[in-house]
C-alpha cells in the first residue's frame, strides 16, 4: 500500500513516516498543496493523509479538486483539533474520515488500516482471503492449515495488496507503484522474485502468471485437487 502524506511540517511527516514504513507503507511525501495536488493525480495512492493547514494551496482546495477530477482517493483529512467547522467543510469537500491534532500515532494506523480496509470491502481486525489471514500488526500470514509464517517486510506488502484486490490482473508495474514508494528504484524484476516468495509460503496455485498482462491473485479458497 502506498501513501501520501500530505503535511507541511517537517517534524511531523518524517517522524510519520518512519513510523508508516515500518507498519509495512511505502510512503511519499508532499509538503506544500500544490504539489500534493500534482501527485494525487498522477500517482495511484492506495489512501492520502491530508493536512488542511498546507501551503501554497490548502488542503481543503486539494481535496475538492481531486474529486471534481472524479479522483476518488480515500482521504483522511488532518485538522485542527478543536475546529468542527474544518471538519465539516473537510467531510463537505469529500473527505472519508479526519484526524484532530495532535494525534497518537496509533490512532492514524488505526484509521488508515480502517480506511484501506472499507474501501477494498473487507471486515473485521485482519485482511482475509483464500483461506489466509494477514496479521497488519505483526506482518504474519497464517495459512489454511493454521501454520503462521513470518513475512519480510516487501512480501507483506505484496501479499496485502494481493489479498485487498483478489480476482483482478494486476500488472507488474501496477504492483511495484504500489509496493514500492516514488525513491525506490522501481525494478519491475523484482516483483517476480517476491511472487516466487510468496508462492512458496502460500501455494503456487494462489498466485497465476497471465503471461504477458500480470499475475492474478485467487480470492477463492484454491480448491486442491483430489
Ligand atoms: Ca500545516
Do not use: C
Amino acid at each position: 500500500m502506498r501513501l501520501l502524506l500530505a503535511e507541511d511540517d517537517p517534524e511531523l511527516s518524517q517522524n510519520l513516516r518512519k513510523q508508516l514504513k515500518k507498519q509495512g507503507f511505502a510512503v511519499d511525501i508532499a509538503d506544500n498543496g500544490v504539489d500534493a495536488e500534482f501527485m494525487g493525480n498522477e500517482e495511484p495512492y492506495d489512501t492520502v493523509i491530508l493536512d488542511l493547514g498546507l501551503p501554497q494551496r490548502s488542503g481543503l482546495e486539494v481535496l475538492k479538486n481531486w474529486r471534481k477530477q472524479n479522483n476518488a482517493v480515500p482521504v483522511i483529512v488532518l485538522t485542527a483539533r478543536d475546529a468542527w467547522h474544518e471538519r465539516v467543510d473537510g467531510f463537505k469537500a469529500g473527505a472519508d474520515d479526519y484526524l484532530g491534532k495532535p494525534f497518537h500515532f496509533e490512532e492514524l494506523l488505526m484509521r488508515t488500516q480502517a480506511l484501506l480496509r472499507r474501501h477494498h470491502k473487507s471486515i473485521g481486525d485482519n485482511i482475509e482471503s483464500s483461506g489466509l489471514t494477514l496479521d497488519e500488526e505483526r506482518q504474519t500470514v497464517t495459512l489454511a492449515t493454521g501454520v503462521r509464517v513470518d513475512l519480510t517486510g516487501t512480501e507483506f506488502r505484496l501479499l496485502r495488496y494481493f489479498m485487498l484486490n483478489p480476482d483482478k490482473i494486476l500488472t507488474k508495474t501496477r504492483l511495484t507503484e504500489h509496493v514500492y514508494d516514488q525513491n525506490f528504484d522501481k525494478d519491475s524484476n523484482l516483483i517476480e522474485v517476491y511472487v516466487r516468495h510468496l508462492r512458496q509460503i502460500i501455494g503456487k496455485e494462489s498466485i497465476i502468471t497471465k503471461r504477458g498482462q500480470g499475475y492474478i491473485f485467487k480470492g477463492k479458497s484454491a480448491s486442491h485437487p483430489i
